[in-house]
């Protein structure tokens, strides 16, 4: 009994020392993962730059090394993603054992939720971008070629552009997750959605110009998807703000 009130405390909490070293245990837990897969991906990781590389290839890029080490810096960068990547489960469980003792029971449900759904929008958004988007991108822009200027892209430029690209549209397809956060924690309302929802679609079209070439179809493929992720955002909204008035009203 009194070692655990020396460690635990009298109400049973752990101290701040205690947590300190669960956070340290928890973070070894990933980087040795992590430093394990990143080493097991370095003799494959051109295979792996391959894959990105034939998307280009298909419409005619032709790819180029401007520095001695540049192509071994890309096969890094490839194996550390891919390592990345394979301990995104590892990563999200950690955080999630970390944080369930202090949250109550509805809290631990919207968290787990929140990290897998928001995993899940992720992959999407990177999905898209790899079928759709960058497909017509890399179309458009090899087109800007003509007899006096051929393109001969650098390696390092390349997957930089993809890479960029995947994190944009991850990052967009996070708008449900983010109108359910907010909407549980208070911060908006599916009416203040509903009102901005026509500037919302001026957004959408101006932000679809930005990140993709200058052509009307391109922008069009790209602005829909955005506008029917904000309605999604709309409906989940609705759907948790009814939930937490229920909720409220029961206690």
Not at 61 to 72: A, G, R
Not at 140 to 152: C, D, H, K, P, R
Not at 175 to 183: E, N
């Amino acid at each position: 009994m009194a070692a655990k009130t020396k460690t635990e405390g009298q109400n049973g909490s752990m101290p701040l020392t205690g947590h300190l070293k669960e956070l340290r245990n928890r973070i070894l837990i990933c980087v040795i993962p992590f430093a394990v897969l990143t080493a097991v991906f370095i003799p494959i990781a051109d295979k792996f730059l391959k894959v990105l590389t034939d998307m280009g290839t298909d419409y005619g890029y032709q790819y180029v090394y401007l520095s001695p080490q540049e192509l071994l810096i890309e096969y890094l960068r490839i194996a550390v993603l891919g390592a990345i990547i394979c301990c995104v489960p590892i990563i999200l469980f950690q955080i999630w054992s970390f944080a369930q003792p202090g949250l109550e029971k509805g809290e631990k449900r919207m968290f787990g939720f929140s990290m897998l759904f928001g995993l899940l929008c992720f992959c999407l958004g990177i999905l898209f971008a790899y079928k759709i988007t960058l497909p017509f991108m890399l179309n458009f822009l090899i087109g800007l070629s003509n007899s006096t200027v051929s393109a001969a892209i650098s390696i390092e430029k390349y997957t930089s552009f993809l890479l960029t690209v995947f994190m944009i549209f991850g990052i967009i397809f996070e708008m449900p997750l983010l109108s359910v956060v907010l909407t549980n924690l208070g911060l908006i309302q599916p009416d203040l959605l509903k009102k901005v929802r026509k500037p919302a679609i001026v957004v959408s079209f101006i932000l679809a110009a930005l990140i993709t070439p200058p052509d009307i179809f391109s922008q069009v493929m790209v602005a829909l998807p955005i506008i029917l992720l904000y309605q999604v955002s709309i409906w989940l909204s609705s759907a948790f703000y009814h939930l937490r008035k229920k909720k409220e009203e029961s206690n």
